[in-house]
């Protein structure tokens, strides 16, 4: 069970601090080297970077999506069947000030100001693909309830 990657993305503009988010998504990810930095400018003019953060280390993205928290993993396995493509990849969006202050917070709608998150769920035959799903989020919640 579990995860087999998950990536996080941000668009930090010239008025934010890039830097700052990059940090902060180092601790969602859980590796400083999984972070990269791609500044470029916008059609308009002003300084972009995009930040993103993977990793296919299957402990490091079920840590990772951990940090999501219990109220957090409790509303995503609640939407599942909103969120999920059909390549099993749960589809959600942060909050980037909460992101910064380690705490976060699912947005709500298409704000501006967002992390995007897409974790990639194992499913393999033996199990019911709604039971491995809901056991991923078990794994998760007793990681969480270990640290």
């Known amino acids: 069970m579990g995860l087999h990657h998950i990536t996080?993305?941000?668009?930090?503009?010239?008025?934010?601090?890039?830097?700052?988010?990059a940090e902060a998504m180092s601790w969602l990810i859980g590796d400083e080297e999984?972070?990269?930095?791609?500044r470029?400018?916008?059609?308009?003019?002003?300084?972009?970077t995009l930040i993103?953060?993977?990793?296919?280390?299957?402990?490091?993205?079920?840590?990772?999506?951990?940090k999501l928290?219990?109220?957090?993993?409790e509303l995503l396995q609640k939407e599942m069947v909103l969120r999920m493509d059909e390549h099993h990849v749960?589809?959600?969006?942060?909050t980037i000030d909460?992101?910064?202050?380690?705490?976060p917070k699912l947005a709500i709608g298409s704000a501006a100001g967002t992390v995007k998150g897409q974790a990639k769920?194992?499913?393999?035959?033996?199990?019911?693909?709604?039971?491995q799903l809901r056991n991923t989020f078990i794994e998760a919640r007793e990681l969480l309830e270990g640290n």
């Open 8 to 21: 996080w993305r941000a668009t930090a503009s010239a008025l934010s601090n890039a830097d700052v988010l």
């Open 34 to 38: 999984a972070v990269e930095l791609d």
């Open 40 to 48: 470029s400018t916008s059609y308009h003019g002003p300084e972009l």
């Open 52 to 66: 993103s953060a993977s990793t296919a280390n299957k402990r490091k993205a079920l840590q990772s999506f951990t």
């Open 69 to 73: 928290g219990q109220a957090n993993l």
């Open 90 to 94: 749960l589809h959600f969006r942060l």
């Open 98 to 103: 909460s992101v910064v202050e380690g705490k």
């Open 121 to 131: 769920f194992e499913v393999y035959s033996g199990l019911t693909e709604e039971e």
